[in-house]
């Protein structure tokens, strides 16, 4: 599932995507019933598990913050842009970020949702960047002609980019082909490219996880992920 929601009044120009199935996985199931034990959802979310809607949950602690909320629930594999796009009422983006790109071909996917709307200046935020090959993808097409990195968070991998002009839309049959390719030196330079990039905007302190997770070990996830493009 996916949701996109709007924060603000009817100008409000901040949108998210996030994707969570309660049960899918354990650890974050687990952090899920400790933060609602003893509310009206946790009898619900234990007898229904993936089946749990969880568009109820999110509307009951976020409307009560911000009244004019919108929440879309999707599935990215499934339902149209036009599905999600639906909570966006033909607003301009500042902020888009995304919880739930997991690899190039989703990434791709919600980008083209919400390419027509975002604005030159807008940033956009990459939660578990290095996560599959959506770092690699990023950096093979549009940075840094489209993108440019503002900052990064290494404990929990979130990364701060700069539109700098519209972003060109992209079938998925290109995004293959630049995938499937292997030029080793392609590779390498996109590799050398984050890394420099990591190191441009590197600020120690950033993260309260940054005691176990530095950019030693953003460098080493970067690697990772680039010994199976090779």
Aim: aromatic content about 12%; overall charge positive; glycine content about 6%.
């Amino acid at each position: 599932a996916a949701g996109v929601n709007l924060t603000g009044g009817p100008d409000g120009r901040v949108f998210g995507f996030d994707m969570f199935r309660p049960g899918l996985s354990k650890p974050n199931m687990k952090k899920m019933l400790d933060q609602i034990s003893g509310t009206r959802f946790e009898r619900d979310v234990k007898k229904q598990t993936y089946k749990f809607d969880m568009t109820r949950l999110f509307m009951f602690y976020t409307g009560s913050v911000y009244p004019s909320v919108k929440a879309v629930r999707a599935d990215f594999d499934v339902d149209s842009a036009q599905k999600l796009q639906s909570g966006f009422r033909r607003q301009q983006l500042d902020l888009w970020s995304t919880d739930a790109a997991k690899g190039w071909e989703k990434t791709l996917k919600q980008v083209e949702v919400v390419r027509p709307f975002l604005n030159v200046g807008a940033i956009i935020v990459f939660a578990d960047f290095m996560h599959r090959d959506t770092c690699a993808f990023v950096y093979s097409v549009w940075v840094p002609e489209y993108l440019e990195l503002l900052t990064f968070f290494p404990g929990g991998a979130e990364f701060f980019f700069g539109l700098k002009k519209p972003l060109r839309a992209m079938p998925v049959q290109e995004g293959k082909l630049i995938m499937n390719q292997k030029d080793a030196n392609h590779w390498r330079q996109v590799r050398d490219h984050i890394k420099a990039d990591m190191a441009r905007v590197y600020r120690p302190g950033l993260s309260e996880l940054e005691t176990a997770r530095n950019i030693s070990v953003a460098n080493a996830q970067v690697d990772d992920t680039f010994a199976s493009l090779r």
